[in-house]
């Protein structure tokens, strides 16, 4: 059965904030940034909406801060690219949306707490439900204010992290027709496994909300947008796409897996970069850093940047990054700090405090190009790229280009 979108976007769009500063060059505070090009981003969106069907909507996930690249400024470049709705995971980061005078729909896809309701519905805000009693819950307080809340019905499918059961939809639907003052205007699901291209899980869990679905629709009951496509299933499966596709880490550029890298070019949105602070040679036998656990075994010169975990570097690869300068690789050596790191250099490279470094990004001198990704890091870290951009963004100025 295939469900009719019915959803018209009557939000007028604003468009992306104009640069607050020229490329390469740092805020004024501290000599480490990020650089966020909309532009990117805007081109990401393209590629994905490419593979959908026209009419299908689109939710740009910008939860997390926008995935540590800034949620307000990329919730209004993905709105002026073609973007639909929004999507958040907490009640901090739609207030925060509507703050910035955002009209787009957005959705919270966490059961927000009772403290927050009241606030989510002055904003018009959709909530995620999970459970019969958060209905009852959010039709008290709209009514006490004389609104009416909307919100989407989560199904668990088979991630078995939030969710009602499908066999518990038929009846949680019919009972909100009994609740005047909240109105269901959708129904979403979410895979465990999608970025495993034919994944059987992932395939299973896409038939139980379509037999959902079908539960609903045979016994008269709307239920608004079906949605159930994250990044990786726009990408590999087709046949998940419904009302809506939700975008997150494939909008700024990152690839959910290795198995959608052959489907799609996407460019990364983030860059970050460091100014030395200082350079000064070291002797043979001399350490650096807490505990010493790397020491020069030839004379070197040792380039401190303003760049530590604290900024979302790992400490966990310390001894295992390169840095770029002109195109060429350095070495981070020692433990890296709360607010800094080292990198070796050998004494006739002729750096000096102020030079540029690259982190992530791509860096070109007179021996070529090289770039390091946000995936590179992620490897080296032994985890994956979503969490390696969500830190990058913690403490880290944005310069938005």
Same mark, same amino acid.
């Given at each position: 059965?295939?469900?009719?979108?019915?959803?018209?976007?009557?939000?007028?769009?604003?468009?992306?904030?104009?640069?607050?500063?020229?490329?390469?060059?740092?805020?004024?505070?501290?000599?480490?940034?990020?650089?966020?090009?909309?532009?990117?981003?805007?081109?990401?969106?393209?590629?994905?909406?490419?593979?959908?069907?026209?009419?299908?909507?689109?939710?740009?996930?910008?939860?997390?801060?926008?995935?540590?690249?800034?949620?307000?400024?990329?919730?209004?470049?993905?709105?002026?690219?073609?973007?639909?709705?929004?999507?958040? =995971?907490?009640?901090? !980061?739609?207030?925060?949306?509507? $703050? /910035?005078?955002?009209? *787009?729909? +957005? #959705?919270?896809?966490?059961?927000?707490?009772?403290?927050?309701?009241?606030?989510?519905?002055?904003?018009?805000?959709?909530?995620?439900?999970?459970?019969?009693?958060?209905?009852?819950?959010?039709?008290?307080?709209?009514?006490?204010?004389?609104?009416?809340?909307?919100?989407?019905?989560?199904?668990?499918?088979?991630?078995?992290?939030?969710?009602?059961?499908?066999?518990?939809?038929?009846?949680?639907?019919?009972?909100?027709?009994?609740?005047?003052?909240?109105?269901?205007?959708?129904?979403?699901?979410?895979?465990?496994?999608?970025?495993?291209?034919?994944?059987?899980?992932?395939?299973?869990?896409?038939?139980?909300?379509?037999?959902?679905?079908?539960?609903?629709? =045979?016994?008269?009951? !709307?239920?608004?947008?079906?949605? $159930? /496509?994250?990044?990786? *299933?726009? +990408? #590999?499966?087709?046949?998940?796409?419904?009302?809506?596709?939700?975008?997150?880490?494939?909008?700024?550029?990152?690839?959910?897996?290795?198995?959608?890298?052959?489907?799609?070019?996407?460019?990364?949105?983030?860059?970050?970069?460091?100014?030395?602070?200082?350079?000064?040679?070291?002797?043979?036998?001399?350490?650096?850093?807490?505990?010493?656990?790397?020491?020069?075994?030839?004379?070197?010169?040792?380039?401190?940047?303003?760049?530590?975990?604290?900024?979302?570097?790992?400490?966990?690869?310390?001894?295992?990054?390169?840095?770029?300068?002109?195109?060429?690789?350095?070495?981070?050596?020692?433990?890296?700090?709360?607010?800094?790191?080292?990198?070796?250099?050998?004494?006739?490279?002729?750096?000096?405090?102020?030079?540029?470094?690259?982190?992530?990004?791509?860096?070109?001198?007179?021996?070529?190009?090289?770039?390091?990704?946000?995936?590179?890091?992620?490897?080296?870290?032994?985890?994956?790229?979503?969490?390696?951009?969500?830190?990058?963004?913690?403490?880290?100025?944005?310069?938005?280009?």
């Amino acid at each position: 059965m295939t469900h009719t979108n019915t959803h018209t976007n009557t939000h007028t769009p604003r468009p992306a904030s104009p640069p607050n500063a020229a490329p390469h060059r740092p805020p004024k505070y501290r000599a480490s940034w990020a650089e966020i090009e909309l532009g990117a981003l805007t081109f990401n969106l393209h590629q994905l909406k490419s593979r959908i069907l026209p009419g299908t909507l689109v939710m740009a996930v910008v939860k997390a801060d926008g995935y540590g690249h800034g949620a307000v400024s990329c919730a209004r470049a993905a709105l002026a690219a073609g973007a639909d709705w929004l999507g958040v =995971a907490t009640a901090e !980061e739609a207030i925060e949306l509507r $703050a /910035a005078s955002l009209t *787009a729909p +957005i #959705l919270v896809f966490t059961q927000p707490p009772s403290t927050a309701l009241a606030d989510l519905i002055e904003l018009d805000i959709t909530t995620t439900a999970t459970s019969a009693d958060y209905l009852y819950e959010l039709a008290g307080v709209a009514q006490l204010m004389g609104k009416r809340a909307s919100f989407h019905l989560k199904i668990n499918t088979g991630m078995n992290r939030l969710g009602v059961r499908p066999a518990e939809a038929v009846s949680i639907v019919r009972e909100t027709q009994s609740l005047p003052h909240v109105a269901l205007d959708g129904i979403y699901t979410h895979f465990a496994t999608a970025d495993i291209e034919g994944d059987y899980d992932a395939q299973r869990q896409l038939a139980a909300f379509k037999e959902t679905l079908a539960a609903l629709y =045979a016994e008269g009951l !709307e239920y608004g947008i079906a949605h $159930a /496509a994250n990044s990786a *299933a726009t +990408i #590999l499966m087709p046949d998940a796409h419904l009302d809506m596709v939700r975008l997150g880490i494939a909008l700024y550029g990152l690839h959910p897996s290795d198995d959608t890298r052959a489907h799609l070019t996407l460019k990364p949105v983030m860059s970050v970069y460091a100014q030395a602070t200082l350079v000064h040679a070291l002797g043979i036998g001399e350490g650096v850093s807490y505990g010493l656990t790397w020491r020069a075994e030839v004379p070197c010169a040792i380039v401190t940047l303003p760049l530590g975990y604290a900024d979302g570097v790992p400490r966990v690869t310390s001894g295992k990054l390169d840095l770029l300068h002109e195109g060429v690789r350095f070495e981070q050596v020692g433990r890296i700090c709360m607010d800094q790191l080292m990198v070796r250099a050998l004494q006739h490279d002729d750096l000096k405090a102020g030079d540029t470094f690259v982190l992530v990004g791509t860096s070109s001198g007179a021996s070529g190009n090289d770039t390091i990704s946000i995936d590179e890091i992620a490897t080296k870290a032994g985890t994956i790229n979503y969490e390696i951009a969500c830190g990058l963004g913690r403490r880290l100025d944005r310069v938005y280009v």
